[in-house]
């Protein structure tokens, strides 16, 4: 597959709760996630549920956060910032139905390769901590994924992703 996809921004949060911070780049260790952040610290809201899951590092497409956005406008509803749907990446260039089909995929962000685990539903999670109910509704289908880390290094704002071939 082609795409024009690059990362448009990265959001890291050091624990359950914590406002995501944005950054331009971040440390990425295999088998963990993003430096600093809570899931590769262990301190995410959701690391110690049974059975566990990978959650190193989590991906939305911006155009999924645009569309949720005018819907949640067309409702009179307050919309959502990047850094408020709690993924650690925003992906520019690629639709949401495009980015759902990288799970069970392997791709890489730059140098970094990953490997798509599962879709990301929306939780309950940001709509509880902003007291905005609509999330869960606004983002259905384009909550963004889940992927496993496969090798260690860096992530920056503007790394391309590449998919199949083209690694």
Same mark, same amino acid.
Do not use: H, M, W
């Given at each position: 597959m082609k795409f024009n996809a690059y990362i448009q921004a990265i959001y890291l949060a050091a624990s359950a709760g914590k406002q995501m911070l944005s950054v331009s780049t971040a440390k990425v260790i295999v088998g963990s996630g993003l430096e #600093?952040?809570?899931?590769?610290?262990?301190?995410?809201?959701?690391?110690a549920i049974e059975p566990t899951k990978v959650r190193h590092v989590s991906i939305i497409a911006l155009s999924a956060?645009?569309?949720a956005n005018d819907w949640l406008t067309a409702g009179d509803e307050p919309t959502f910032e990047g850094s408020e749907t709690r993924r650690n990446i925003a992906l520019a #260039?690629?639709?949401?139905?495009?980015?759902?089909?990288?799970? #069970?995929?392997?791709?890489q962000l730059g140098d970094i390769q990953l490997l798509?685990?599962?879709?990301?539903?929306?939780c309950e999670r940001p709509a509880q901590l902003l007291s905005r109910p609509s999330f869960m509704e606004a983002f259905e289908g384009r909550g963004g994924i889940r992927a496993e880390v496969l090798n260690s290094g860096?992530?920056?704002? #503007?790394?391309?992703?590449?998919?199949g071939e083209e690694e």
């Open positions: #600093g952040d809570r899931y590769a610290l262990g301190t995410g809201a959701y690391s956060i645009n569309t #260039g690629i639709t949401a139905s495009e980015l759902n089909a990288l799970v #069970g995929q392997r791709f798509g685990t599962e879709l990301c539903t929306p860096a992530l920056a704002v #503007g790394d391309k992703l590449f998919v």
